[in-house]
């Protein structure tokens, strides 16, 4: 079984922190071999849940545009290996699709054909940010339909510390984020359906059906902000990664990092994570395969 791609809750991280640190535009967006998979989940998703995973403000086409063409010019310029570019059209040659830019009404949609992220436009107003267009097929117990046009502040109600602790720290990062600077962070929780797509409606509660430590899973979310030069508009992305928790058996110090970022998270982080449903046999489950 591998190992998870990536572990933020290593030496026990966890909790509402920012953790944004700066990377090249190289390492903007993971494409990797779940690729054809997860297209073709979106895909499916557009079928059959659009409303639930694609959300546009009337107005936004012109910044839904200068994301599309940022997107466009990461993959020419460091995965031009995997698509054929034409003035009028791109290819994608691992899912044989070939888009022409002019068959689709919203440019986020194509953009979110072409990569395996989740996109988030958070378009400025009076010094605040708001959800005005989105394509979020994996969304961690969250409704885009709920939160959609929503400022950041708003969008992050209910989650224990955010408006109290960095709500305004991180408006004031995504108002002076320098154009050619591209942050990234992570967010962890343990769930017991390795599903992407996961939303729930005024999440007060959200009730596990198994919380069996061996049939749980770590579901891990890598975000990135950018902003954009010609409106200001930040794109968030996110990747969900989603591995069983026996993949860091062999792993004594995951195992170590993880029973402690759990024992380190306060009452209500525990709560909202729903981890307090399974904390105490987790606990035991990872102290015994430690020893």
Same mark, same amino acid.
Do not use: C
């Given at each position: 079984?591998?190992?998870?791609?990536?572990?933020?809750?290593?030496?026990?991280?966890?909790g509402?922190k920012?953790?944004?640190?700066?990377?090249?535009?190289?390492?903007?967006?993971?494409?990797?071999?779940?690729?054809?998979?997860?297209?073709?989940?979106?895909?499916?998703?557009?079928?059959?849940?659009?409303?639930?995973?694609?959300?546009?403000?009337?107005?936004?086409?012109?910044?839904?545009?200068?994301?599309?063409?940022?997107?466009?010019?990461?993959?020419?310029?460091?995965?031009?290996?995997?698509?054929?570019?034409?003035?009028?059209?791109?290819?994608?040659?691992?899912?044989?699709?070939?888009?022409?830019?002019?068959?689709?009404?919203?440019?986020?949609?194509?953009?979110?054909?072409?990569?395996? $992220?989740?996109?988030?436009?958070?378009?400025?107003?009076?010094? $605040?940010?708001?959800?005005?267009?989105?394509?979020?097929?994996?969304?961690?117990?969250?409704?885009?339909t709920?939160?959609?046009?929503?400022?950041?502040?708003?969008?992050?109600?209910?989650?224990?510390?955010?408006?109290?602790?960095?709500?305004k720290?991180?408006?004031?990062?995504?108002?002076?984020?320098?154009?050619?600077?591209?942050?990234?962070?992570?967010?962890?929780s343990?769930?017991?359906?390795?599903?992407?797509?996961?939303?729930?409606?005024?999440?007060?509660?959200?009730?596990?059906?198994?919380?069996?430590?061996?049939?749980?899973?770590?579901?891990?979310?890598?975000?990135?902000?950018?902003?954009?030069?010609?409106?200001?508009?930040?794109?968030?992305?996110?990747?969900?990664?989603?591995?069983?928790?026996?993949s860091?058996?062999?792993?004594?110090?995951?195992l170590?990092?993880?029973?402690?970022?759990?024992?380190?998270?306060?009452?209500?982080?525990?709560?909202?994570?729903?981890?307090?449903?399974?904390?105490?046999?987790?606990?035991?489950?990872?102290?015994?395969?430690?020893?």
């Amino acid at each position: 079984m591998p190992s998870p791609k990536h572990t933020p809750y290593l030496d026990g991280q966890g909790g509402v922190k920012i953790g944004l640190s700066p990377i090249a535009e190289s390492s903007w967006l993971e494409l990797d071999d779940k690729f054809e998979q997860e297209i073709l989940f979106k895909k499916n998703l557009l079928n059959t849940n659009r409303e639930d995973i694609l959300q546009i403000s009337e107005g936004s086409e012109a910044e839904q545009e200068e994301i599309l063409k940022s997107i466009l010019n990461y993959l020419q310029e460091f995965h031009s290996d995997k698509y054929k570019f034409s003035k009028d059209s791109i290819y994608v040659e691992s899912t044989n699709d070939l888009y022409d830019f002019n068959q689709f009404e919203n440019p986020i949609e194509l953009a979110s054909l072409l990569v395996q $992220e989740d996109l988030v436009l958070m378009s400025p107003k009076k010094n $605040e940010f708001y959800l005005e267009a989105a394509s979020l097929s994996a969304p961690s117990h969250w409704s885009l339909t709920e939160k959609f046009s929503k400022s950041l502040m708003d969008l992050h109600d209910g989650v224990p510390g955010y408006r109290e602790d960095i709500g305004k720290r991180v408006d004031e990062i995504f108002n002076k984020l320098p154009t050619k600077r591209i942050l990234e962070r992570y967010n962890w929780s343990i769930y017991d359906d390795p599903k992407l797509f996961q939303p729930v409606h005024s999440k007060p509660f959200v009730e596990f059906k198994e919380t069996e430590p061996n049939k749980l899973f770590l579901r891990v979310e890598r975000q990135t902000i950018r902003k954009l030069p010609k409106y200001g508009t930040v794109l968030f992305t996110i990747r969900v990664h989603v591995d069983p928790i026996e993949s860091i058996l062999n792993d004594k110090h995951s195992l170590k990092s993880l029973k402690m970022a759990i024992e380190n998270l306060p009452g209500p982080m525990k709560e909202y994570k729903s981890i307090n449903q399974f904390e105490k046999s987790l606990i035991d489950w990872l102290e015994d395969k430690i020893n």
